[in-house]
């Protein structure tokens, strides 16, 4: 029952609806002195921006720059939107623009966080394309050994996110740092292999992350809020409560790698205490139980996972698996009577 844990960063939702454009987007711009137009389209760009229209956002923000090419702003805008892409094409992009932005002494805490992102999924990318090499799902150049090869990307990528946490810790110097940049150092110390720091930052971003949820509950319960406001707010909270959710699920995985399966086991029950309707946190703590001996625990997780997970097939690899492991375990309490 092996599943893949994955950590996304906190998503930051829509703002406020495209219905509350100003009213000077109806205008014609062409009557516009090119002052009016850059703050239309900046507007524009944010509203798209926010809403999710990120083509739409950047076709808006290229205006701009198109006008006043110079505007840091709309250039840092396009490197999200390219970071939110999210193709290996975007985030080199992404990273270009937000390189020059940096030489220009942009010192935005936005464009740092950008290329600490850019540079990280960089890293990512290079490791993967090592691993292609390696495993000969990708082919060398002709006269190119596949192992040097491979060994070389992944020492670029080991520069890559010895890079990216160098900038992920420089937004915190003000002791003030955001989830986003804890949340990116809890994954890139962990790459570097650096465990220890991982799961200290891991517990930097639960604190944050527990802070957030109750306080956008609150908020919902305050009352007195109207459609979209409600709306707002309970995309936070639900944001709050994923990378919750999420970094519990990255510790776990970590600990269970260093063999720490007790304090593993601590996280899972988090999980489920903050959500008890995901069943592969079910399938996750069942196999750490089983290896610690705790049998009838396990069986109990598994009995869960089954009727949580009860629309897939029987046939289904996890499936077999959670019967297995019962399976395993029921023989191993018998053996004890």
């Not at 994955?6 to 014609?28: F, G, Q, T, W």
């Not at 505007?71 to 080199?92: K, Y």
């Not at 799902?137 to 090869?149: I, K, M, N, Q, Y």
Request: with cysteine.
């Amino acid at each position: 029952m092996k599943h893949s844990l994955r950590l996304r960063p906190l998503l930051v939702p829509a703002l406020l609806p495209l219905a509350a454009l100003p009213l000077a987007c109806a205008s014609n711009p062409g009557e516009m002195t090119d002052e009016e137009r850059i703050e239309l389209y900046e507007t524009t760009a944010t509203y798209l921006y926010d809403d999710g229209a990120l083509i739409r956002a950047q076709d808006q923000a290229v205006k701009v720059l198109e006008l006043d090419p110079d505007n840091q702003e709309m250039r840092r805008m396009i490197g999200w939107i390219r970071l939110r892409l999210g193709s290996t094409e975007d985030v080199i992009i992404a990273e270009q623009f937000f390189t020059d932005l940096r030489r220009e002494r942009d010192e935005h805490a936005a464009t740092t966080l950008g290329l600490a992102i850019a540079r990280e999924r960089l890293g990512t990318a290079y490791f993967g394309t090592s691993r292609d090499y390696l495993d000969g799902t990708r082919t060398p150049r002709e006269g190119e050994d596949p192992v040097a090869r491979a060994n070389e990307l992944q020492e670029e990528a080991v520069d890559y996110w010895k890079d990216a946490r160098k900038l992920y810790e420089s937004t915190l110097e003000d002791g003030e740092g955001s989830t986003r940049s804890k949340n990116g150092l809890q994954r890139v110390c962990a790459l570097l292999g650096d465990f220890e720091a991982s799961l200290r930052w891991s517990d930097e971003v639960l604190t944050d992350a527990q802070a957030e949820l109750v306080s956008w509950r609150r908020m919902l319960e305050g009352g007195d809020l109207n459609e979209e406001e409600e709306k707002l707010f309970q995309r936070n909270e639900d944001s709050a409560r994923r990378l919750l959710i999420e970094t519990h699920l990255f510790a776990a995985s970590i600990l269970n790698d260093l063999g720490r399966s007790a304090e593993a086991v601590d996280h899972l029950d988090a999980v489920i205490e903050t959500d008890g309707r995901i069943a592969e946190v079910y399938s996750l703590r069942a196999q750490l139980r089983a290896k610690v001996g705790e049998y009838d625990l396990a069986i109990a997780d598994i009995d869960q996972f089954l009727k949580l997970a009860d629309k897939l097939p029987w046939e289904h690899p996890d499936v077999r698996r959670a019967f297995d492991l019962k399976a395993e375990c029921e023989q191993q309490l018998g053996g004890e009577e």
